[in-house]
């Protein structure tokens, strides 16, 4: 299942590597990508991922996100 989160706070590359690894040590997180520029996580998850874990382990980085339609939601 694809996930998109909006994040704040980002400002350089060791600001999206932290956001990554957050989002990476979600268990049921199979891939991240984020993009520093549009502050946006693309996130592929296990059926069934709550998108609160995923904001939560943003925010316990220190930044701020933002739930986003899933990409299946979109089309």
């Not at 990508?33 to 693309?42: H, N």
């Amino acid at each position: 299942m694809q996930m998109v989160l909006n994040i704040e706070g980002m400002s350089c590359s060791h600001c999206q590597a932290r956001v990554a690894r957050a989002l990476e040590s979600v268990s049921s997180v199979e891939q991240v990508d984020v993009d520093l520029f549009s502050g946006v996580a693309r996130i592929e998850a296990a059926e069934g991922t709550e998108m609160d874990l995923l904001i939560g382990a943003v925010n316990d980085a220190g930044y701020r996100a933002y739930g986003a339609l899933s990409e299946d939601q979109e089309s």
